[in-house]
């Protein structure tokens, strides 16, 4: 067997992408079929960690927060990544894997507080560890969860999960001649506004020399072929 390419990987993955062709809410075979992909890198040896947004049930930022206090919005949206992270966990545990929830908001009946010494105790121990509810605090969204809990577990890599299978040079679906970057720096992205995460997790990330890979989750065999270090996807560097 091919070794993977990263030994300690943060998936971050957006609530979105658990509705399938849904309207909102978890759609059962998008997130049997998102299990499936996380069982297989995890037969490899990887250390998985997983953060997942809420944006399926509720977001502090939507349509539906307005006229809402900000930071009330933002609370609700980090309860709704809990139900996300519940979900996930009990799919992977019924997919045969063993996988913890830790929540950066006290719910001490439902989940465990985030420990950190604790994540990296199960991350050693071959555990999925899903990071929820953010960063326990409004104002922050969930990629710079990401970019946090990543540089906090030492991570190698961000996987940055969305429904485009990279960064392009233009909106792929307004512009039929864009091309995908194989790899940036930080600095160019920066230079030509790509919009590849939001500006404080990409800060975050450049910061501590966290690298970035931007690939699709709805492409088959995607998340594996990132993971051996296949031309998968946009990988964002120092």
Do not use: W
């Not at 051996?228 to 120092?238: A, I, K």
């Amino acid at each position: 067997m091919t070794t993977p390419a990263y030994k300690r990987v943060l998936l971050k993955l957006s609530g979105e992408a658990l509705m399938g062709d849904d309207a909102y809410g978890i759609n059962r075979a998008t997130i049997e079929r998102m299990v499936a992909d996380v069982a297989e890198i995890s037969k490899l040896g990887v250390e998985l960690a997983i953060v997942i947004g809420g944006g399926n049930i509720f977001r502090g930022v939507a349509p539906g927060a307005q006229g809402m206090d900000r930071a009330t919005a933002d609370y609700m949206g980090m309860l709704a990544t809990v139900m996300n992270s519940l979900a996930l966990a009990d799919a992977m545990r019924q997919a045969g894997m063993t996988a913890r929830v830790m929540s950066a908001i006290g719910i001490e009946q439902v989940v465990e507080p985030y420990v950190r010494p604790k994540a990296l105790q199960y991350l050693e121990e071959g555990k999925i560890v899903v990071f929820a509810a953010g960063t326990g605090n409004p104002f922050f969204t969930t990629d710079t969860a990401a970019a946090l809990r990543g540089s906090e577990i030492g991570a190698q890599i961000v996987l940055k999960a969305t429904k485009v299978d990279g960064v392009y040079t233009a909106d792929p679906k307004k512009d039929p001649s864009a091309t995908r970057y194989a790899a940036i720096s930080f600095d160019e992205a920066i230079a030509k506004h790509l919009q590849v995460m939001d500006a404080t997790a990409f800060a975050l990330c450049r910061d501590q020399k966290l690298p970035i890979k931007v690939f699709s989750i709805v492409k088959p065999g995607a998340l594996k072929r990132v993971v051996m270090g296949e031309d998968e996807g946009t990988l964002v560097h120092v």
